[in-house]
């Protein structure tokens, strides 16, 4: 049975603020808000910010791995049933397969400039549980997730004309469509959670929602982002089918506002939804650039079954598909991958894959659909939007959200005890937050 949090004993607890003195806290939400910062100035830059933002970031993290390991009491962060284990043996295996890699430097400089990452989101987690109460630190996550990723509807209003009616290709205001499409999808259905959930939210972020909202629905319209339309859609499901706390009169009132919006569009044949439609029409008849490359992945593996341990090594499937097989055409199948697990499963082998696959995606939503699928519905553009992008790396537009959740979910059983701060002497920082 999934076990809470040793409760901090907290007076008023409807007031949740976040610990704005820590931090720990502000290294976390800085380094959440950086990734898509960095997009940003990127796009407006044309990628020449990058100079500068890279480096920052770098230094961003041992910043907040310092604080975290060195001014923290009790650094160890040992605790009875921990799971960072997991995380740990994750790290080992794809160590272990690397020397196998069809292109060992390329592989080794992009897993090792991810170890640090994942092992700074673990232990940021363990610390925040161990100072906020878990249902209290999901809210206070998706807070930061609902003003960091509504920041590109601003910026396309800064830049671009929701009068359009289709961004699709596009690059508007320092962001791509898809990027428009993800950030709407989490924008949005992370606005209902709080809206439902979160009774001490501020008036400003509320009134930063009711604003945004209908921008950033038309903005998700004309995007043209499938996978942005496909998760909001999972996301909007699940609250018609699982949502407990609210009246079904909103519920059928929802559906109906949807459902125009849709018909509205589907009518439209210059509109994006149609015209992306028509492109899925075209593709499942003559076949996707993805499917196909992704196919003679799998038929090389077959060919070389010791690849199905190895792997063709992290980021490295191009190179094996040069060497191993004739039918690959680098000028005819140039696209990449474009999928999280697939960089997974021909990278480090099906053996690493199914660990990571049941210990953290299926993990999370197994304990989501169990504890949380009754009042959120944040989780499928989080879970989903990496099978649309590469999220094995730190710079990637939702690489944070990914890795915060499932760590999130990967500690969400175990009983924890409280951590103190050097400055604290002693005081539960809890004490301070909510």
Known sequence: ?????????????????????????????????????????????????????????????AGAIYYLFFMT?????????????????????????????????SSFEKFFNLIPFLVYINYAIIYLYRNIEKEDLLILILRVFNLVYG???????????????????????????????????????????????????????????????????????????????????????????????????????????????????????????????NKTEKQLKEGEARTQLADLCFETMASYPETMLTGFGFYAFRDALLKLNSKYNPQKLKINLHNSYYELLFGCGYLIFVFFLLFFPLRTILIFALKHSSKYVFLPPIILIPLFENNFNPGQFMFYPWFVIMFYYLHYSETQTPIYSKKDNGSVYGNNIL
Not at 81 to 93: A, D, E, H, P, T
Not at 227 to 254: C, D, E, P, Q, W
């Open 73 to 105: 009491r009790k650094r160890t962060f040992i605790f009875k049933g921990r799971n960072s284990w997991k995380i740990w043996i994750f790290i080992l295996l794809n160590i272990y397969v690397i020397p196998f890699s069809f292109n060992f430097f």
């Open 151 to 277: 920041f590109p509807v601003i910026a396309f209003l800064l830049s671009g004309s929701l009068g359009e009616k289709d961004i699709y290709g596009d690059a508007v205001g320092g962001f791509a469509n898809n990027h428009y499409g993800w950030a709407c999808a989490m924008f949005l259905l992370t606005s209902l959670d709080l809206y439902r959930n979160d009774p001490s939210l501020s008036k400003k972020h509320l009134w930063f929602i009711r604003i945004l909202t209908p921008l950033a629905v038309i903005l998700l319209s004309i995007s043209g982002s499938r996978s942005g339309y496909l998760t909001f859609s999972l996301g909007f499901l699940l609250f018609i089918l699982r949502n407990s706390n609210t009246h079904l009169a909103v519920k059928l009132f929802s559906v109906l506002l949807v459902s125009l919006l849709v018909f509205q569009l589907y009518g439209d044949p210059e509109s994006a939804l149609n015209k992306r439609l």
């Open 1 to 61: 049975m999934l076990s809470a949090t040793i409760p901090i004993e907290i007076s008023q607890k409807k007031h949740l603020q976040a610990p704005k003195k820590d931090w720990n806290w502000r290294f976390f939400v800085i380094s959440i808000g950086s990734v898509v910062l960095s997009y940003w100035l990127a796009g407006l830059t044309g990628m020449v910010s990058n100079i500068l933002t890279k480096p920052l970031r770098i230094l961003l993290l």
